[in-house]
Nanobody, 120 residues
Framework: QVQLVESGGGLVQPGGSLRLSCVAS????????MNWYRQAPGKERELVAT???????QYTDSVKGRFTISRDNAKNTVYLQMNSLKPEDTAVYYC??????????????WGQGTQVTVSS
C-alpha cells in the first residue's frame, strides 16, 4: 500500500521557521522525483520545490533563498525546510512523488497535506 505521510505543519509567526517531513512507503522511493506543492484558499495548487532522484533541486521564485528541499533515501523521507516565513506562505502543503525511471513512468502519488499558517 502506497503512502505519503506529511508532518510538521502548524502555526508560526512571520519570520519564523518550520520543517515539513514526508515519509514514503509502499514504493521504491529512490527512483521517484519528490515534490512539495501548496494550495492556499481560493487559489490553484502550485509547485513549490522539487528534488530529483539525485540532488538537483528547483524552487518557485517566491520561495528561493528561504526554502530548502532535501531527501534521505535511507529513511524514505523528503523534507522542506521553510525559513523567513511570510503570511503569503499560508497554505496546505502536499508531498508528491513522480516516477523518474522508465519502469515507474506515469506513477504519481500524493500525501494528504499538512496545514501551514503564518500569522501574528
Amino acid at each position: 500500500q502506497v503512502q505519503l505521510v506529511e508532518s510538521g505543519g502548524g502555526l508560526v509567526q512571520p519570520g519564523g521557521s518550520l520543517r515539513l517531513s514526508c515519509v514514503a512507503s509502499g514504493f521504491t522511493f529512490s527512483i521517484y522525483r519528490m515534490n512539495w506543492y501548496r494550495q492556499a484558499p481560493g487559489k490553484e495548487r502550485e509547485l513549490v520545490a522539487t528534488i530529483s532522484t539525485g540532488v538537483t533541486t528547483q524552487y518557485t521564485d517566491s520561495v528561493k533563498g528561504r526554502f530548502t528541499i532535501s531527501r534521505d533515501n535511507a529513511k524514505n523521507t523528503v523534507y522542506l525546510q521553510m525559513n523567513s516565513l511570510k503570511p503569503e506562505d499560508t497554505a496546505v502543503y502536499y508531498c508528491n512523488a513522480v516516477g523518474a525511471r522508465v519502469a515507474v513512468r506515469g506513477y504519481d502519488y500524493w500525501g494528504q497535506g499538512t496545514q501551514v499558517t503564518v500569522s501574528s
